[in-house]
């Protein structure tokens, strides 16, 4: 009895560790959740992200975006080179907790929040045409490869 207890143990505090560091980092939200709770980012009564601000430069050759993270999401850093434009297109480099970096593209019209240790890109129609095009969000949770979580706005070459 007390072999078969000890055989079991091991599997059982595997189990028990493994679902502690699930709880610590949080698991994301699903999908359709997380999409309805982006409606609500940015009005400080119902939110519970937090907008990540950016060190924004602009020139000749259009804006830069300097996320710095300090190992928030695990990341170090986030940043995006964009042409001019509401949804002009932005190269976006991450560089992670251990110095590795990857790179990706997306839309200008970005901005950055934290959710549950998570970080998702966000996105909105710039100049909404009714409430309904103001509702929807796109949303990007940042990860190599990004991974889309939800696209209510659909392909963004017909807004411009």
């Not at 601000?53 to 986030?78: I, K, M």
């Not at 934290?114 to 796109?138: F, M, N, Q, T, W």
Request: glycine content about 8%; charged content about 20%; aromatic content about 8%.
């Amino acid at each position: 009895m007390i072999m078969a207890t000890l055989r079991f143990l091991p599997l059982t505090l595997l189990a028990v560790c493994a679902s502690a560091s699930a709880a610590g980092h949080g698991a994301p939200p699903s999908q359709a959740s997380l999409c309805e709770q982006a409606r609500g980012w940015g009005e400080a009564a119902t939110s519970s992200a937090h907008q990540i601000p950016a060190l924004v430069n602009q020139d000749a050759s259009g804006r830069s975006y300097r996320f710095d993270l300090a190992g928030r999401g695990g990341l170090r850093a986030l940043d995006a080179s964009c042409g001019f434009g509401s949804y002009a297109e932005c190269t976006f480099r991450a560089v992670a907790s251990d110095g590795a970096a990857y790179q990706f593209s997306d839309l200008s019209s970005f901005g950055l929040w934290e959710l549950d240790g998570h970080l998702y890109l966000l996105y909105r129609i710039v100049s909404p045409k009714d409430d309904a095009a103001a509702a929807k969000r796109r949303v990007v949770r940042v990860d190599n490869p990004p991974i889309r979580v939800c696209n209510e706005i659909g392909d963004y070459s017909d807004l411009m």
